[in-house]
């Protein structure tokens, strides 16, 4: 089985910063990409940010500028760096990884549980 347990979530004043962890354990062959995406009361899932295993991020345009992605593929855990966190950050922030679990397997997508982070004004 595959498991991926986020950790760093909390309470923060706005302006405030958070560091968001994801590590993927089990077994595991390969991690395509990972990323976050975040969900707030009464709205979707929306993606955050993603990152390939080469590094090549991507950004949701309410993020770029405070917020960083980043992964240590050695220890197969993403990061997010939240910064200038504002109210409206505020969600259930979700991990996510395209993971091959052997090499005469597909890929399949994994989830996180989910950490919350709230941002009071």
């Known amino acids: 089985q595959v498991r991926l347990v986020e950790s760093g979530g909390g309470l923060v004043q706005a302006g405030g910063s958070l560091r968001l962890s994801c590590a993927a354990s089990?077994?595991?062959?390969?991690?395509?990409?990972m990323g976050w995406y975040r969900q707030a009361p009464g709205k979707q899932r929306e993606l955050v940010a993603t990152?390939?295993?080469?590094?090549?991020?991507n950004y949701a345009d309410s993020v770029k500028g405070r917020f960083t992605i980043s992964r240590d593929n050695a220890k197969n855990t993403v990061y997010l760096q939240m910064n200038l966190l504002k109210p409206e950050d505020t969600a259930v922030y979700y991990c996510?990884?395209?993971?091959?679990?052997?090499?005469?397997?597909?890929?399949?997508?994994?989830w996180g549980q989910g950490t919350q982070v709230t941002v009071s004004s």
């Open positions: 996510n990884a395209d993971i091959q679990r052997r090499s005469w397997l597909a890929p399949a997508e994994y």
């Open positions: 089990g077994s595991i062959f390969s991690i395509n990409a």
């Open positions: 990152i390939t295993n080469g590094g090549s991020t």
